[in-house]
């Protein structure tokens, strides 16, 4: 019996160790279990502790996103003051000044090359050789341009230097004095005077396109600011407006009047100098380039006639904190996250001087006479050209704040470029059929009519728009030297591309016209109720 029973022992001892094994093997697998389910248990507070951190943070995303919604219909709700209409008519004065001496040398062409001939005459005791004369008064006409180039390029430097507000004071004594070089540039029988009156104005032009737009963009209410940046274009026009009736032979386009007419141009730079000498300085320029927060508190005060200032300055304060550290010109350029707003700001400023303006100017007394016009009662119509300008540019300040800038600017590029081929065709056919040139002056005085609508005021203001404080002054000093050199192109090319295309000169316009309102459909974004960081950060999001 023992053997027998022996094995079975053996065997329920080896199956009692595996089941001991089995048992042990299974607390372990228990033990386990308890530990990662602790871990689970901990890896879920943990979890819970995230999503009510993250539930925190979602609250106070909203809070702050209801508190810039809040401030920002405070913003748009702020209106008009007694102090801030001073401001801008005393800013603009510099725009008026970029207007007059921009149209004014036209007007006295012919007394002024009497006046070089005669010069030249009374020192040398000879005639000039023929021509010469031309091409000095030619010299006069287009270094105004190049003196516009050189003030425009410095307009950055002076505006960080300086600031705003002194930058323009200063940029005053440069107007003066160009104005008198040219008004006693007869009595001294000098055209050198003439010519360096006309660089240095043009300087004092150049330096007034760049801090004039940047002060007003500053200073503009939120929901106004394209409205009162209209106001640069508005300077312009009557500026251009004012040489061209003072220009007229009955009031001082004459031999005699010529250097008074060009010497007035003293008005505008002493009419400054006083009013703006009780101006503020841009509290955007004393709070976040300069630091000076008491300043800027003090200076917004006054402008907005109110205590209740700190949707302003929390606004300023925003932009502080997003923009840039000041940027010369060079790191501009480098800057990846800056180029497009750099590339659209130099082709709006390409799309207004490049967009024909220039040409039917130059053109319109001639397509009035062409369409019956005695040649005296031309210059009255091209008066006329000059007061369509100003006054669709008044219509056009209240609509730049409801319609928007991108689509006032694609209303004007395409009126612009359908009109444009309405010059052409009539150009090509008028001498065929005699109503066409009645067509020909509607054409030019609607193609100058859809100017003023858009290009004419948005390029100045909507760089001022498109950077933040930091970068701003260069970014203006860029585009306003690509506008003035723009200019000059067009000044030296305009005749020489005349007497090649003859009666298709308007035919490169409407290609560019149609390029400019492309590029405007595709790229330029809508600025309008949107601050200087909304803005910002439209670029910020599409560079990445």
């Not at 109110?306 to 302003?312: A, C, K, R, V």
């Not at 501009?332 to 709006?348: C, N, Y």
């Not at 303006?357 to 016009?373: C, P």
């Amino acid at each position: 019996m023992a053997p027998v029973v022996c094995p079975a022992l053996c065997e329920i001892r080896t199956q009692l160790q595996e089941l001991t094994r089995s048992v042990e093997s299974c607390q372990n697998e228990v033990s386990d279990m308890k530990r990662d389910m602790s871990t689970m248990r901990h890896d879920v507070e943990s979890v819970h502790h995230v999503k009510e951190d993250i539930d925190d943070l979602r609250d106070c995303i909203d809070k702050l996103q209801e508190q810039n919604r809040r401030r920002k219909l405070r913003l748009l709700e702020q209106g008009l003051t007694g102090f801030l209409i001073y401001a801008i008519f005393a800013a603009v004065l510099g725009m008026l000044q970029f207007g007059y001496n921009t149209g004014v040398i036209n007007a006295p062409q012919g007394a002024s090359i009497f006046f070089i001939k005669s010069a030249y005459y009374s020192r040398y005791g000879v005639e000039i050789a023929d021509g010469w004369e031309k091409i000095i008064f030619s010299i006069a006409v287009s270094i105004f341009a190049i003196g516009g180039m050189i003030g425009g390029f410095g307009g950055g430097f002076v505006a960080n230097k300086f600031g705003r507000k002194r930058g323009l004071l200063l940029n005053n004594a440069t107007g003066i004095l160009g104005a008198i070089l040219m008004a006693f540039s007869k009595a001294a029988q000098s055209y050198e005077m003439l010519i360096i009156g006309r660089m240095i104005i043009g300087f004092n032009c150049g330096l007034n396109t760049s801090l004039v737009p940047m002060y007003i963009s500053e200073i503009a209410p939120l929901n106004l600011r394209g409205g009162l940046g209209t106001v640069n274009q508005l300077g312009v026009t009557v500026g251009i407006l004012f040489s061209q009736i003072l220009g007229i032979q009955e009031i001082l386009g004459t031999e005699s009047g010529w250097p008074l007419l060009l010497g007035l141009a003293i008005c505008p730079a002493i009419l400054q100098l006083i009013l703006f000498s009780f101006c503020p300085e841009s509290p955007r320029y004393l709070l976040i380039t300069a630091n000076r927060e008491e300043e800027a508190r003090t200076a917004m005060k006054r402008l907005r006639a109110s205590s209740q200032i700190e949707e302003d300055m929390e606004e300023m304060r925003v932009e502080a904190q997003q923009s840039e550290a000041h940027m010369g010109m060079l790191e501009l350029l480098k800057s990846r996250a800056l180029l497009m707003p750099l590339g659209i700001g130099i082709v709006m400023q390409l799309s207004q001087q490049l967009s024909g303006i220039n040409a039917v100017l130059y053109y319109s007394t001639e397509l009035f006479i062409g369409a019956g016009l005695a040649s005296e009662s031309a210059k009255y119509a091209t008066i006329g050209v000059g007061a369509i300008m100003v006054g669709m540019t008044l219509v056009s300040i209240p609509l730049m704040d409801r319609a928007g800038r991108r689509t006032l600017h694609l209303w004007g590029l395409g009126g612009m470029f359908i009109f444009s081929i309405f010059i052409t065709i009539s150009l090509l056919v008028m001498e065929l059929i005699e109503w066409v040139r009645y067509v020909a002056v509607v054409a030019t005085l609607t193609f100058v009519l859809f100017f003023a609508v858009g290009p004419g005021s948005i390029p100045w203001m909507i760089t001022a728009e498109l950077f933040s404080q930091g970068p701003r002054p260069a970014a203006m000093s860029i585009a306003v030297l690509v506008n003035w050199l723009a200019n000059f192109l067009v000044g030296l090319f305009f005749l020489p591309l005349k007497a090649m295309l003859h009666n298709y000169i308007f035919l490169p316009f409407s290609v560019l016209l149609a390029f400019f309102w492309i590029f405007t459909y595709k790229i330029v974004p809508e600025t309008k109720n949107k601050t200087f960081d909304e803005i910002s950060a439209l670029f910020r999001r599409n560079d990445r």
